[in-house]
């Protein structure tokens, strides 16, 4: 059962333009959205992350928007650069103590010059 | 600071072998946990160690074990490979207690099972 739901795919932005990743999950149970960032040959690195009492945050050129009623968190990438290009992973973690992540299917995120 | 380190970093095996795969977290952090990511299944959780127990484990079969160390090192162990085992093996490594949740991956190792 897929617990966490995340789209698109893949992406193409031009550089300078917003890049928007959508993730949904279904456990209410779940209290920690972090996001990873992972480029080719290395392993994700912690982006950014979120608790569901925060409605959004901001660190750098990257954005978490929260709405917790529809269960649903996105990624926003301002001002994208060909350094961005990698790919994107959602997560969430149920419960304190618990450091189980489940995650996103992933999206491929492209910066076009 | 140094950041999580795993070895080897490239694994070819024949199936039917068994492989011991190597994590050393990050200073100070008590939690490890494995993660299998594959083209097909993404990323999937193995199970976690805290204080030289397993405190989580995922869907995997009884052929998936792991162990840490007082060290807080960790080796995943997976035994009677098959060729669905080819994937790369993550361990993150995670404080818990006062900064919950932060993890921190390795870069993995790539094991093929031919």
């Known amino acids: 059962q897929q617990q966490v739901k995340q789209s698109p795919q893949s992406l193409i932005v031009q550089k300078g333009g917003i890049s928007i990743i959508n993730c949904a999950y279904e456990?209410?149970?779940?209290?920690?959205f972090p996001w990873y960032q992972q480029f080719p040959g290395k392993g994700p690195a912690l982006l950014i992350a979120i608790r569901p009492d925060v409605s959004e945050k901001k660190e750098g050129r990257f954005t978490i928007s929260f709405n917790k009623s529809a269960k649903q968190f996105s990624l926003h990438i301002m001002d994208s650069q060909p350094g961005d290009s990698a790919t994107y992973f959602c997560?969430?973690?149920?419960?304190?103590?618990?450091?189980?992540?489940?995650f996103g299917t992933g999206t491929r995120l492209t910066i076009i010059p | 600071k140094a950041g999580v380190t795993q070895t080897p970093r490239y694994l070819i095996k024949t199936r039917g072998q068994q492989v011991t795969l190597s994590c050393s977290p990050i200073?100070?952090?008590?939690?490890v946990s494995w993660y299998q990511q594959t083209p097909g299944q993404g990323l999937q959780f193995l199970f976690e160690?805290?204080?030289?127990?397993?405190?989580n484990k995922g869907n995997f079969p009884g052929r998936f074990s792991g162990r840490q160390f007082s060290n807080s090192r960790s080796e995943m162990n997976v035994s009677t490979l098959e060729l669905g085992d080819s994937a790369l093996y993550l361990c993150?490594?995670?404080?818990?207690?006062?900064?919950?949740?932060?993890?921190?991956f390795g870069p993995g190792t790539r094991l093929t099972v031919t």
């Open positions: 200073s100070g952090h008590r939690s």
């Open positions: 993150a490594s995670s404080l818990t207690g006062t900064v919950p949740h932060e993890q921190y």
């Open positions: 997560a969430a973690i149920a419960n304190f103590g618990n450091e189980k992540l489940t």
């Open positions: 456990n209410t149970a779940f209290d920690y």
């Open positions: 160690y805290f204080s030289e127990t397993q405190r």
